[in-house]
């Protein structure tokens, strides 16, 4: 269970990417200095989370099922307010876990001062999600 390698294996480029937790008691977000148009990123499914989602473990139980997901949710903040449009992405749906770094367009948030993260999934429990609840985020802002 290594809650810090992507299961891609590495970076998208480079030798740095970032490993997300999406920590209920912390702000989920990345802040920009300047208000800008973001293009986009990659993301990954971190180790930890692909094996809960892959192969089952005492917290989440038995391997995704056809009907179970996790669903990375991106949004945007701009001067304070919440942007209008927010972006979806499947870490996992049914059986198809996310192996290799994708490229999720970002440029439809507009001009933001903030991103910021949520995930859902079908895997929940009276304290939230039940599969970890990490990621992984390189190349930020590039196309």
Do not use: H
């Amino acid at each position: 269970k290594d809650a810090y390698k992507s299961i891609a294996g590495g970076a998208k480029g480079g030798k740095n990417y970032v490993v997300w937790y999406e920590d209920a008691y912390a702000d989920n977000a990345i802040l920009l200095k300047t208000p800008a148009v973001v293009p986009g990123m990659y993301v990954c499914n971190n180790t930890y989370a692909y094996s809960s989602m892959k192969y089952g473990d005492a917290i989440a139980g038995e391997p995704f099922g056809e009907d179970d997901y996790l669903l990375l949710n991106i949004g945007g903040m701009l001067d304070g307010k919440m942007v209008n449009t927010q972006v979806d992405f499947y870490l996992a749906k049914g059986k198809n876990v996310v192996t290799d770094w994708t490229y999720v367009d970002l440029s439809q948030l507009g001009k933001v001062d903030a991103i910021f993260f949520t995930l859902s999934g079908s895997r929940t429990g009276d304290y939230g999600l039940n599969t970890p609840t990490y990621f992984c985020i390189d190349n930020i802002g590039v196309k």
